[in-house]
Structures are given as structure tokens and as C-alpha cells.
């Protein structure tokens, strides 16, 4: 990468974090992103891709980026209905796909589980984070056949985060499992990828504000009750007393994670997508909260 007029990014590097002024730092993270697509085989050229969006930073700069280098995009986002957050950020989503001709297709708890987070979490005890992961990612599932892979947009604190919490519950089931791509031996599963894995919450932010993406941010009411808080807390002191100490957690993670535990994969008699038992996951929960 050339020096910029300044003289300020001679040290610039995909992999590394000088300070670089607003031209290289574009260069530098697109770079990083393409270098994580080609280091993991993450996507081939003629791959139809489904972007999960939320219209927020991370999932937009990466909708953008991957439009940007010329991949078949189509924006899909779940509506879990939850007033004043996710309608302002769908309504965002719509203006953007809108200017770049990216097609948006939209689902919901609602139309899918009959009811909307909201209403959910206001009937039950119950952690609003598992309720709302687990459905959304049976929706993303449902809704993205006939497409390739779906891109999500987890970042390197996301990812980092995780592994934190797996060793934390010891989840020896689940901690194979992470990565840039997304595991599974079940018939029917479509394939899933993240192409920000190594780029932090911080450079995915930069990235959007330096491109225009968005004017604001909205952050989810329920995000106080997370458990992956504690996590966030505790990486991000780390990593401002060690920066990159995320990315190398990310690393040495993919050296040693070890492989994913090989498990006959069956249809969930319910709703026919791929489940570990009988009745998936999802539809356990919608028995228990619905």
C-alpha cells in the first residue's frame, strides 16, 4: 500500500492497526475482508448471497462491501418486533437497498411464530436474547433457500465474545463449532459465512460512518440483559491494555478449537428443517413461550 501525502500509513498492512489516514484505512479493511473471503474459501464468484441485515453497522458495511466487489447480493432481514428500534432500522435497511438496487426481502416473528418479541417478553420470564436468536436464525434458515450461503455480519468482539462464553459454560458441544464458516452435517442447511470475522466492532463502525452508510446508530433495548455483556466488558479492558488481543483470541481459537463433534442429523417433525432431535429448537421454544 502506497504512503498517503502525510506520510502518516508507510506501515499500513491489512493485518495490522497504525493510524491511517481516511483513504488508507478504506483500503486496509476492504482489503482485510477480501483476504478473510480468499483465506477461508468463504464465497465463489457466481454464489447467490444472502446478507442477513438488521440495518445496522455491521451487517450494512458488509451488504455494501460485498455489492461493492461484485457479489450476487440480496438483503434478508427479520423483523422481531420490537417498537421504536427495529422499524427505524428496517426503514433505514429499505433507504439504502433502495439507492444501491439491492434487493430486501423481510420476514418476521410475527408472520413466522405468530407473535413479535415484544409481545413475547412481555408474557414471559425468559431471556430476550435466546428467544430472539434462536428465531431469527430459524428464519434466516427458512428464508434463504435457493440462495448459496448466508453472509452474517459478527464481528471480531462478536466472535471473540463467543469464545469467551463457550469456555466460560464449557460448552464443549458448541465451541468447535465457531469460525469464519458455520458448521453442519444436516441435510438441507444452508451454508453460512462471516466475512468481517477478523475486523473488530471499532473498524466495522469507522468503516460505516467513513462510507456514509448511516447517519445513526440504535442499539436494542434488550441489549442490557445480554449475558455476553460480561464478556464484552472483560475484552474490551483487555484489549485497551492489549491491542489486537481479539484478533490473536480469534487465531489461536481456529489452531486449536479441534473438530466439530459429528452428529446424525435428522428433519425437525414439525417444521422440516434440520434439527440435532426431533423437534428443533425453535419449535421447542415456540411450545414453551408462545
Not at 115 to 121: E, Q
Not at 231 to 255: S, T, W
Request: contains cysteine.
Amino acid at each position: 500500500m502506497a504512503s498517503c501525502s502525510f506520510g502518516r500509513c508507510r506501515s499500513a498492512s491489512v493485518w495490522s492497526s497504525p493510524l491511517l489516514c481516511k483513504e488508507h484505512f478504506l483500503v486496509a479493511f476492504e482489503e482485510k475482508v477480501a483476504a478473510t473471503i480468499t483465506e477461508f474459501t468463504l464465497l465463489k464468484r457466481n454464489d447467490k448471497v444472502a446478507v442477513a441485515c438488521s440495518g445496522g453497522k455491521d451487517s450494512t458495511a458488509l451488504l455494501f462491501l460485498l455489492h461493492k466487489l461484485g457479489y450476487d447480493v440480496t438483503a434478508l432481514a427479520v423483523d422481531e418486533g420490537i417498537a421504536g428500534y427495529r422499524d427505524r432500522t428496517l426503514r433505514d435497511l429499505k433507504k439504502f437497498c433502495s439507492a444501491n438496487k439491492i434487493p430486501l426481502k423481510t420476514v418476521s416473528f410475527k408472520t413466522g411464530f405468530g407473535s413479535t418479541l415484544d409481545h413475547i417478553l412481555s408474557t414471559k420470564d425468559v431471556l430476550p436474547c435466546s428467544v430472539c436468536g434462536t428465531f431469527r436464525r430459524t428464519l434466516l434458515q427458512q428464508h434463504a433457500k435457493g440462495f448459496d450461503v448466508i453472509a452474517t455480519g459478527h464481528n471480531a468482539d462478536d466472535e471473540a465474545q463467543a469464545v469467551l462464553m463457550n469456555l466460560a459454560r464449557a460448552n464443549l458441544d458448541l465451541f468447535p463449532r465457531g469460525g469464519p464458516v458455520t458448521r453442519s452435517d444436516a441435510s438441507g442447511f444452508v451454508r453460512r459465512v462471516k466475512p468481517l470475522y477478523f475486523c473488530t466492532e471499532k473498524e466495522c463502525l469507522t468503516y460505516a460512518l467513513l462510507r456514509g452508510l448511516a447517519t445513526e446508530w440504535n442499539e436494542c433495548p434488550y441489549a442490557g440483559r445480554a449475558y455476553r455483556n460480561d464478556a464484552r466488558e472483560a475484552l474490551n479492558a483487555y484489549e485497551q491494555a492489549h491491542p489486537g488481543a481479539k484478533v490473536r483470541v480469534l487465531r489461536h481459537y481456529l489452531m486449536v478449537r479441534g473438530p466439530a463433534a459429528r452428529s446424525r442429523a435428522v428433519s425437525c417433525v414439525r417444521c422440516g428443517e434440520p434439527s440435532a432431535r426431533g423437534l428443533c429448537k425453535a419449535c421447542r421454544l415456540v411450545e414453551a413461550v408462545l
